[in-house]
Structure formats: structure tokens, C-alpha cells
């Protein structure tokens, strides 16, 4: 079973950074595709950033040039890192993997974390 814990989440002024981290036991991050996705009250679940087994990586529009997702395969852990963070990022931030690409891609990957808070003020 693969289980996904966050961290990092916090509250900062616009034009911040900040960085989270998602650990991942239960399988190896190098044979899982990952991705990070983000919901505000109201709102559906958003993808932000995704990356597969052999770290290719696609970016929602909004973050490109500003967030990057990568793999740290040392301490199966997925990172976000978040520059230039405007209001618009406040939300509820989740890692989630599957095996496959697609599901990821599609929003429905079949493990998920519990969520890490980021708050941004103008």
C-alpha cells in the first residue's frame, strides 16, 4: 500500500516561496508516476504539476516558469518548489501517485495524501 504524507505548507506573503515535500513509503518514487494537485473550498481539485517514472514533467499554465516538481529518489520524496507565489496559489495542496501516467494526468490517481495548507497574502 502506498502511503503519501505532505509538508512545507505554510502561510506567506505574495511574492514568496515556499517548498513542499511529499514522502512516499510503501513503493519507490523512481517506478511511480506523481503529481501535485491543489483544491480551494468550493472548487474542484486542480492538477498543478505532474512527473512520471522517467521525470518527464507537465505544468498547469498558471504555475509554469514559477513552480517545479521534481523527485528526490534518496529520500522517496516528491518536492514542489514554489517561487513567486501570488494569492491566487492559496489553497489545499495534495501529492498523489499511480503507476500509470494517465491517471494522473486525468486527475484520478489512485493514492493520495492527507494535504498541506499554503496560504498567500497580498
Known amino acids: 500500500q502506498v502511503q503519501l504524507v505532505e509538508s512545507g505548507g505554510d502561510s506567506v506573503q505574495a511574492g514568496g516561496s515556499l517548498r513542499l515535500s511529499c514522502e512516499v513509503s510503501?513503493?519507490?518514487?523512481?517506478?511511480?508516476?506523481l503529481g501535485w494537485f491543489r483544491q480551494v473550498p468550493g472548487k474542484g481539485r486542480e492538477r498543478v504539476a505532474v512527473i512520471d517514472d522517467i521525470d518527464d514533467t507537465v505544468y498547469d499554465d498558471s504555475v509554469k516558469g514559477r513552480f517545479t516538481i521534481s523527485k528526490d529518489n534518496a529520500k522517496n520524496t516528491l518536492v514542489l518548489q514554489m517561487d513567486a507565489l501570488t494569492p491566487e496559489d492559496t489553497a489545499m495542496y495534495f501529492c498523489?501517485?499511480?503507476?500509470?501516467?494517465?491517471?494522473?494526468?486525468?486527475?484520478?490517481?489512485?493514492?493520495w495524501g492527507q494535504g498541506t495548507q499554503v496560504t498567500v497574502s497580498s
Open positions: 498523489a501517485a499511480d503507476l500509470g501516467m494517465g491517471s494522473v494526468l486525468g486527475g484520478t490517481p489512485k493514492y
Open positions: 510503501g513503493a519507490a518514487i523512481s517506478v511511480l508516476c
